[in-house]
């Protein structure tokens, strides 16, 4: 039974993907929920698996070709019977360079793999069904030192060099003569927030309000009940985000300018807090969305968080997960970011800055004491939000973190 091989069915929200990767060649024998080819979209990589056991016939759309939502990019055979993979773990010593494509690989892991041209056959893989994740190719080289296996460039003095875990960015290592260079396609992840980030700049009046927030209290209760809380809540941690996520709410509801949306000439306000937060993942930057964050409690607001860093870092994010969003909180603290302008992120019109908690010398009732302090910046559309509302909507988080009781009182 022949079986059309089809790209999935993309939301509105995306108008195509590019064929990444196919896992699997023509012939190749293919089992039912297998991997076999991935597509990526401006937000996610899709994977797509065997519909049953049996065989790829025809490959329509190549690696790196535009593919529409459903369309058809490959014929697949039902119940055939194909050239069986080489099996990794039968000649580990002698296996060649296509026997990686038999391993199963996450998204993440293996664009890790293929920058850092390590043998993904000395990778021990501790994931679901023997699945190679981004954490064991980071444990391997991370154990491996500096000897990575690196894939040979003949007739040219450009070396493919192993990945920063920290930068996540190329790191060139200069040997023998010459000046090495990497030049390395952008995502379609990348090239994405390119567009709507210089997008932002070029259509939206951005400005940006700055205060500071005393975040000694906010701290001393996270250390009064950070025990008993991760204890009650079954290991999910107290963190800082849930405080600001609560405040960030709680105000937009106040101000609900700073909760709209410009749609061409119309101001769009959204009666619900639908909050995004920016996370760092090995694709780009990601915004994954806290649906209705008002009614959420500070630990579910902590596991959402949780679960969607752990997605990111698999390259396991939905678009659903990253649809909509009526604000965004953007945490460049955790880098040791001391102050930065926030880019809005369209059709938002604000974004919240957190940064980083620096103990400084503050005068308090005439007394110079020494507090933790961390800047707070508000980017902001003037053509939607006057100053006085973003500075007024600034100084409310402010308040509700200086006094955290508020947020729980609700006043």
């Known amino acids: 039974m022949t079986i059309d091989i ?7 929200s995306v108008a195509d993907g590019t064929i990444a990767t196919w896992h699997k060649k023509p012939g190749e024998a293919v089992a039912r929920d297998e991997l076999i080819v991935d597509i990526e979209t401006d937000k996610v990589v899709l994977e797509v698996v065997a519909p049953n056991d049996g065989v790829i016939e025809k490959i329509i759309k190549g690696e790196g070709e535009i593919v529409l939502s459903g369309e058809v990019i490959g014929i697949f055979v039902e119940g055939a019977k194909g050239s069986e993979p080489v099996a990794v773990a039968a000649a580990p010593a002698a296996a060649p360079a296509e026997s990686s494509r038999e391993v199963h690989v996450s998204p993440a892991a293996r664009k890790l793999i293929e920058e850092s041209g390590v ?8 994931g679901k069904g023997g699945r190679v994740t981004k954490e064991d190719v980071v444990n391997h080289l991370g154990g491996s030192g500096t000897a990575v296996a690196v894939k040979p460039q003949p007739k040219s003095t450009q070396e493919t060099a192993p990945v920063s875990s920290v930068a996540n960015m190329p790191k060139i290592e200069l040997s023998g003569q010459g000046r090495p260079e990497k030049r390395v396609p952008m995502t379609r992840l990348r090239a994405s927030i390119a567009r709507r980030l210089v997008e932002a ?9 700055f205060n500071e927030v005393n975040m000694k209290p906010v701290m001393d209760l996270r250390s009064q009940y950070k025990d008993m809380f991760e204890k009650k809540h079954n290991g999910v941690r107290l963190g800082f985000m849930s405080f600001f996520v609560k405040a960030a709410a709680e105000a937009l509801k106040r101000f609900p300018a700073v909760n709209a949306s410009i749609d061409g000439n119309d101001m769009v306000y959204h009666g619900y807090q639908d909050i995004g937060v920016a996370v760092s993942s090995d694709r780009g ?3 994954p969305i806290l649906r209705d964050a008002d009614e959420m ?11 969607y860093g752990n997605k990111a870092k698999d390259g396991k994010l939905s678009i659903e997960d990253m649809t909509g969003g009526t604000f965004t909180i953007s945490n460049g603290g955790v880098f040791g970011s001391l102050m930065s302008t926030p880019i809005l992120n369209p059709p938002q019109t604000a974004i919240l800055g957190m940064h980083k908690i620096q103990d400084r010398p503050m005068a308090v009732n005439g007394q110079v004491v020494i507090l933790p302090m961390m800047y707070l910046a508000l980017s902001y559309d003037h053509r939607m939000i006057d100053g006085k509302e973003a500075v007024q909507f600034l100084v409310t988080i402010k308040d509700l973190l200086e006094d955290p009781a508020r947020i729980l009182l609700d006043i």
């Not at 043998?119 to 501790?126: E, L, P, R």
């Open 297 to 307: 409690s500070l630990a579910e607001i902590e596991g959402g968080i949780r679960d």
């Open 201 to 209: 700049q070029q259509t939206a009046a951005m400005l940006t309000t």
């Open 119 to 126: 043998d993904v056959n000395a990778i021990a893989s501790t």
């Open 6 to 12: 089809k790209a999935p069915t993309f939301p509105e």
């Open 285 to 287: 930057l990601v915004v």
